[in-house]
């Protein structure tokens, strides 16, 4: 069965290329009828923080990816955690030294780096003074590590290149490179697919493999995600983490969809990312760099903004609030209507929440363009007529008021367009809204009414 895994360290926030990874992982998992493993590998004490670690759980789940295994914990599973697996890691440790392939290195208390003393056995000697005391992987001589990358193609590595690496710390904490062949093996790992910046772990980690004896896994390294000067994303080219984009009010299907098409040729860019597992296959992923492009970003988010389904939209415009601890007054229905007529208008939830705004609060303030409009000598006139009028419909459907705004045009008080912006800037307080019969209709005869009456109180 194939299986994969995620393997986030929780030393940051998640970063969109760390999603990409997953994203990919996923596609394979379910495309092979196989599992998705998640691993948080937090063993670098030092800088691996448990903040860290909710967070990229949190993001993962707001990206819809779901993973399929772990330990048991109170009826639900997961994640693997690998600071919870460190009796693990030691058997495994101890057995490369019994092998006298791997060492136990002491260092020289005055520069932590020379190392003074090497012993397959434990150097009794040296445990109680100031001795720092690591493992060290004995790297065979002239030998060739050779794997075929699924992206890259054949990879070949002399052994000559690598120094002896250290596996354990002093600290008794295992490293990176020994802690992830240990896991690979034991969680049955078929293939490994992780971002090309760990190809060169990758024969530290073959070496391994041999040293251990386990059979191993298949490699594909995905190319990275650089920024337009062609240096890998960072923060300096812009928001990088799920959860900048997540709070800038992008959807979760769109920000998977924009890493689906980064590198992967696929014939309809738009598209919902479970829908695309049964034609996914890795050798559709390029093997050059692509750069991350933040305006088609935004137009692949615009698009799923406005085809999605409305319970989508709103359901992620109501958790946008939560984040950015916002929130609007209104039932259900009032909300979706509003967000259906607001959506076409804008390119993410930050933008229809502003947009949008004014649909939910009757205490808004007049825009500047409308205050100046509301100093016309006809502006008095169309407000009384366009009130009266309103009182007197019943039919608040789109076509009714676009009938009694033809009614109150053809009063001859002014022109077409200024009763219409008299209206719009009365109901919403601006002068760009969503279309203005809609708007009506959704507000409906009541909220029209006070808001139109408001304006004569305020601003005449
Ligand atoms: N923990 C590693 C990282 O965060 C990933 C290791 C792997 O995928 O092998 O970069």
């Known amino acids: 069965m194939v299986k994969v895994r995620f393997a986030p360290s929780p030393t940051g926030y998640l970063h969109v290329g760390g999603v990409r990874t997953t994203l990919f992982n996923y596609l394979f998992a379910r495309k092979n009828n196989g599992k998705l493993v998640l691993?948080?590998?937090d063993t670098d004490f030092e800088r691996s923080k448990k903040e860290y670690e909710d967070i990229i759980i949190n993001d993962l789940k707001w990206c819809d990816i779901d993973y399929d295994e772990g330990p048991e914990k109170g009826g639900d599973y997961g994640p693997y955690r690998q600071s919870e697996r460190l009796d693990i890691y030691r058997k495994y440790i101890d057995f490369l030294i019994?092998?006298?392939?791997?060492?136990?290195?002491?260092?020289?208390?005055?520069?932590?780096?020379?190392?003074?003393?090497?012993s397959f056995e434990f150097p009794q000697e040296y445990s109680d003074?100031?001795?720092?005391?690591?493992?060290?992987?004995?790297?065979?001589?002239?030998t060739k590590i050779v794997f075929d990358d699924m992206i890259k193609g054949n990879m070949e590595f002399d052994t000559e290149v690598f120094?002896?690496?250290?596996?354990?710390?002093?600290?008794?904490?295992?490293?990176y490179n020994f802690t992830v062949v240990i896991d690979d093996y034991l969680m049955k790992i078929t293939h490994v697919i992780r971002g090309e910046d760990h190809i060169s772990n990758t024969p530290k980690q073959i070496m391994l493999y041999d040293a251990l004896g386990f059979e191993k896994p298949v490699f594909a390294h995905i190319p990275l995600i650089l920024g337009e000067d062609k240096a890998p994303l960072s923060k300096r080219h812009g928001g990088t983490s799920v959860t900048f984009f997540k709070e800038e009010g992008y959807?979760?299907?769109?920000?998977?969809?924009?890493?689906?098409?980064?590198?992967?040729?696929?014939?309809?860019?738009?598209?919902?990312?479970k829908d695309k597992c049964k034609d996914f296959?890795?050798?559709?992923?390029?093997?050059?760099?692509?750069?991350?492009?933040?305006?088609?970003?935004?137009?692949?988010?615009?698009v799923h903004l406005r085809t999605k389904s409305i319970e989508y939209i709103t359901e992620n415009f109501k958790n946008w609030l939560d984040i950015n601890g916002k929130s609007v007054s209104a039932d259900e229905e009032y909300l979706k209507n509003v967000l259906n007529i607001s959506r076409e208008k804008v390119s993410n939830l930050k933008q229809l929440f502003e947009f949008s705004e004014n649909f939910f609060r009757d205490d808004f303030s007049y825009d500047e363009k409308y205050v100046t409009l509301s100093k016309k000598e006809w502006f008095g006139k169309v407000l009384e007529k366009s009130c009266e009028m309103f009182e007197n419909n019943d039919d608040y459907s789109t076509e009714g008021i676009e009938?009694?705004?033809?009614?109150?045009?053809?009063?001859?008080?002014?022109?077409?367009?200024?009763v219409y912006q008299t209206v719009r800037g009365a109901i919403l307080g601006k002068l760009v809204t969503p279309g203005l019969y809609e708007s009506i209709s959704v507000l409906g005869k009541e909220k029209t009414i006070k808001r139109i009456k408001r304006v004569k109180e305020e601003l005449l």
Do not use: C
Not at 257 to 272: A, Q
């Open 129 to 142: 003074k100031e001795y720092s005391i690591s493992v060290k992987f004995k790297v065979p001589e002239n």
């Open 281 to 302: 296959d890795i050798s559709m992923i390029s093997n050059k760099s692509v750069v991350f492009d933040y305006k088609k970003l935004l137009w692949v988010n615009e």
């Open 39 to 41: 691993r948080i590998e």
């Open 163 to 175: 120094d002896d690496f250290v596996i354990q710390r002093s600290s008794g904490i295992p490293m």
């Open 98 to 118: 019994k092998e006298k392939k791997a060492y136990y290195a002491v260092y020289n208390p005055e520069n932590n780096e020379e190392i003074i003393y090497k």
């Open 403 to 418: 009938k009694v705004l033809s009614q109150i045009a053809g009063t001859g008080i002014t022109g077409r367009k200024n």
């Open 251 to 273: 959807l979760p299907d769109a920000v998977m969809n924009y890493l689906g098409i980064l590198g992967w040729t696929v014939e309809n860019e738009i598209f919902d990312f």
